[in-house]
């Protein structure tokens, strides 16, 4: 049974870095890449980026910039950074995971997902 | 990046009947396409791969079809809790893109 656990600060103000966590229970940790997603009611789902076990990424061009995640293979777990945030950030993250090989980007599994709020 | 938009944005169907969503691809996707279901309150839950494959556990009342820039999602008799909202997402190439969602409600 896959499960993918959530953490990391909720409330945030602008210009701060938000910092979210990622666990991954049961499967293969190294068979797949690992993703970010968000939905906001602005902008709807929008994919952030992924990372497999090599440290390889793909990160959305808009928010490259700002943008990191990063891998813990000992703890099978993935973070996103996200610095400079604004009130645009605003949204629910979840991570996911990605599939490989013929189904390369196929997301079956999902978090429960982090509300992030941007307020001053 | 590819645009994906979706039609329409609201479906109004009585439970038992059947339901038909379109998705439109900005350019080719080949068949890298995937469809979710988000009830509220919960993380959006995979339906449809490749195009026309359904998910593990999803059951045959789905269907997918098309390939390039035209997909559909059939529903041939509504459940309750298939009342949700309804996403196609391409995996074609990077960034992936979502459309921004048909929600499918009770007539």
């Known amino acids: 049974q896959v499960q993918l656990q959530q953490w990391g600060a909720g409330l945030l103000k602008p210009s701060e870095t938000l910092s979210l966590t990622c666990a991954v229970y049961?499967?293969?940790?190294?068979?797949?890449?690992w993703t970010w997603i968000r939905q906001s009611p602005g902008k709807g789902l929008e994919w952030i980026g992924e990372?497999?076990?090599?440290?390889?990424?793909y990160y959305n061009p808009s928010l490259e910039s700002r943008l990191t995640i990063s891998v813990d293979t000992s703890k099978n777990q993935i973070s996103l950074m996200l610095r400079s945030v604004t009130a645009a950030d605003t949204a629910v993250y979840y991570c996911?995971?990605?599939?490989?090989?013929?189904?390369?980007?196929?997301?079956?599994?999902w978090g429960q997902g982090n509300l992030v709020i941007v307020s001053s | 990046e590819i645009v994906m938009t979706q039609s329409p944005a609201t479906l109004s169907v009585s439970p038992g009947e059947r339901a038909t969503l379109s998705c439109r691809a900005s350019?080719?996707?080949?068949?890298?396409l995937a469809w979710f279901r988000q009830n509220p309150g919960q993380a959006p839950r995979l339906l449809i791969y490749?195009?026309?494959t359904r998910a593990t556990g999803i059951p045959a009342r789905f269907s997918g079809n098309g390939s390039g820039t035209e997909f559909t999602l059939t529903i041939s008799s509504l459940q309750s809790e298939d009342f949700a909202v309804y996403y196609c997402?391409?995996?074609?190439?990077?960034?992936?893109?979502f459309g921004q969602g048909t929600k499918l409600e009770i007539k």
């Open positions: 996911a995971r990605g599939e490989t090989g013929m189904v390369r980007g196929v997301m079956l599994y």
């Open positions: 049961g499967g293969s940790f190294s068979d797949y890449y």
């Open positions: 990372i497999n076990h090599d440290g390889n990424t």
């Open positions: 350019q080719s996707v080949n068949s890298k």
């Open positions: 490749g195009a026309s």
């Open positions: 997402q391409h995996y074609n190439n990077w960034p992936r893109t």
